[in-house]
């Protein structure tokens, strides 16, 4: 069981630009949500997705939108990027009969110049 | 929404001595409070959980205590050890898997040799 994984890793964009982050979800989970954790500060929540939909949202603005595939994996999308968006953004998923844990991936750390 | 305060925001204790971590928060209809430890650069990870039906929960040298009345719940690990050095998170949510998980600002925890 591979866990939680996450792509890319690490990338760096500039103000202005758009960018595409991945999850797949931990085997037999189906909920995905997606955190932001700035240096320093605890995760903040960003949204949740569930069949396909999104389901909660946390206070990010509209630039933030995300995808859930019929596979259960998921995207976040960033755009219109500002420094501000610098972040560590990780995925965690879940089963939607919520049992216990929170599964977290590795993160995808984003810089932006 | 939920919001969840944690002391102290830094923590160094000698090792082998005792290290107490504590957390409040705000919404009596929160059921399920995590722990989680993140060590630099990787993603958190689960160290203990607590229910509301539960008073207190022991695991090896970790243990966590809930106070529903008071709307607390502390971390406490004792015999502390170089590799708990870390920032732990405490962190509440209500209800089941359509529910966000709300992080407390974290606590970094040093243990001096």
Redesign the interface.
Known sequence: DAGVTQSPTHLIKTRGQQVTLRCSPKSGHD?V?WYQQAL??????IF?Y?EEEE??R?NFPDRFSGHQFPNYSSELNVNALLLGDSALY?C?S?????T???F????SRLTVL | GENVEQHPSTLSVQEGDSAVIKCTYSDSASNYFPWYKQELGKRPQLIIDIRSNVGEKKDQRIAVTLNKTAKHFSLHITETQPEDSAVYFCAAIKGGGNEKLTFGTGTRLTIIP
């Open positions: 909920t949500s320093g500060q605890g995760p903040q929540f949740q569930y389901r909660q946390g990780l965690a879940t089963r939607r009969v919520y216990g844990e929170l977290f991936g590795e993160g």
